[in-house]
């Protein structure tokens, strides 16, 4: 894989809390327009792994590259702002707001628009095209008009990813996107971030084997803080270790 193929790259990626080696020397490299799966058994750091990615948290040593640019000392703000957005986590959702209302809050804050809730309805109106644009690209436009505290839990999971596409990132993180949901609900989502993964690059850390193996280009098993596997779900569902360390512990 070149360079130019990559869109993030962690070399020796390493956190240690208080003598307790939580991510140890991980190498991960994501392509770019991939979607790319973080998995493990509860333990194995793959929360801490992507808190590390999407600078929730600072490396205790080794590298982070996106786009080709060390962002390894960066926050998550400034993370945002080149491109590389952690849905669910950096979202606003405002319960009281109608879907097309948070949509237009989101491409206000990317275009560096104060949030003057006070101002003139034709001067906010200038973003209600492209909101509805992005409210129907989740699959939201019959329900623009409800209020996100009506919404269903998962029709409410397809607004935060709406609010995150407003902010036109090059890469989408997502943190558990199934996680509580019904089963009808865990295939809409599915669909959806299947659709809205043209163009864009996707990692995701999800517990949901089933999501992962319809989802993913490529899977990064992680055990104990190290990488233990790493392929299409083909590969890393038949590896011995895999199996003991992830699918032999209960997870299904």
Not at 83 to 97: C, H, N, T, W, Y
Not at 187 to 213: C, F, Q
Request: glycine letters at 10%; proline letters at 2%; one cysteine or more.
């Amino acid at each position: 894989m070149t360079g130019s193929d990559l869109i993030l790259s962690a070399k020796g990626m390493t956190k240690q809390f208080a003598g307790f080696m939580a991510v140890n020397n991980v190498d991960l490299d994501v392509r770019r327009g991939s979607i790319h799966a973080l998995i493990g058994p509860n333990g194995a750091g793959k929360t801490t792994c992507f808190n590390l990615l999407t600078k929730f948290l600072q490396p205790t040593s080794g590298t982070i590259s996106f786009n080709g640019r060390d962002i390894t000392t960066l926050g998550a703000s400034e993370i945002a702002r080149l491109g590389m957005v952690r849905s669910f986590q950096i979202s606003a959702v405002f319960p009281k707001l109608t879907v097309i209302e948070n949509v237009r809050v989101a491409l206000q804050r990317r275009r560096g628009t104060n949030f003057d809730f006070w101002r003139a309805q034709t001067v906010l109106g200038e973003f209600d095209a492209e909101a509805m644009r992005r409210v129907e690209e989740v699959g939201l436009e019959d329900f623009a008009h409800h209020t996100a505290q009506e919404l269903s839990y998962g029709r409410k999971r397809a607004l935060e990813i709406a609010t995150t596409l407003a902010l036109e990132p090059e890469m989408l993180l997502l943190d558990e996107p199934m996680a509580g949901m019904a089963q009808a609900d865990v295939e809409r989502i599915s669909a959806l971030i299947k659709s809205i993964s043209a163009g864009r690059t996707i990692l995701m850390v999800e517990h949901n084997l089933s999501v992962v193996a319809d989802l993913s280009d490529t899977i990064t098993v992680l055990a104990r803080g190290q990488v233990l596997a790493e392929g299409g779900y083909e590969t890393v569902s038949k590896d011995p270790r895999v199996i003991e360390a992830y699918i032999g512990v209960g997870h299904g």
